[in-house]
């Protein structure tokens, strides 16, 4: 049988956001036959003591679904050194490696935060958010429709999404139903 899960490259926003709820991390493999890690992005995940890589791949079930990968900056993607600000602790350094490794290698990336997306729409690279690939999920039937309203309602509930974010995924999915 052929997967239509797809693989995709994270940055660690989205995957700290699943730790908020109930049996989060299950989504991945649900949504994604592999999701990409890059070393830089895997830090912010684990940097709050004392977790290791191996430990939170134990905790949260994760070995098969998640692969740390080592990637260099793709200095080519316009604007890509604005996501780092050494003066501050909130650069988007995980960021920059999630987007490189994507344009790289071809792959979708999963990102959250304003800045990165910005750069992924003027460089051309495909990216998703939990909200917009969980939709993606049901219309290609790898999600039902009670699994992908649970799993938009999940979101709003950890406050990964507004209320205002919530309502409009959820009236997208309804009129991917009704078509």
């Given at each position: 049988m052929i997967s239509l899960k797809e693989c995709v490259v994270s940055d660690a926003s989205p995957i700290i956001s699943l730790e908020r709820i109930p049996k989060g991390h299950l989504y991945?493999?649900?949504?994604f036959?592999?999701?990409?890690?890059?070393?830089?992005a895997m830090f912010e995940i684990t940097r709050k003591p004392p977790r290791t890589f191996e430990d939170y791949k134990d905790f949260y079930n994760i070995s098969e679904i998640i692969e740390v990968v080592n990637c260099k900056?793709?200095?080519?993607i316009s604007?890509?050194?604005t996501l780092f600000d050494?003066?501050?602790d909130n650069d988007y350094e995980g960021e920059a490696y999630a987007?490189?490794?994507a344009i790289q290698n071809g792959f979708r990336v999963l990102l959250d935060d304003k800045k990165p997306i910005t750069i992924a729409k003027k460089n051309g690279i495909k990216f998703y958010n939990l909200g917009t690939y969980t939709l993606r999920a049901y219309k290609k039937s790898i999600l039902s429709i009670?699994?992908?309203?649970?799993m938009l309602e999940n979101f709003k509930n950890a406050n990964i999404y507004s209320e205002a974010d919530y309502l409009l995924y959820r009236q997208i999915l309804l009129n991917?139903?009704?078509k």
């Open positions: 991945l493999s649900k949504l036959s592999k999701v990409y890690v890059p070393e830089k900056i793709d200095r080519t604007d890509i050194d050494f003066k501050k987007l490189s490794f009670f699994e992908a309203e649970e991917i139903d009704s």
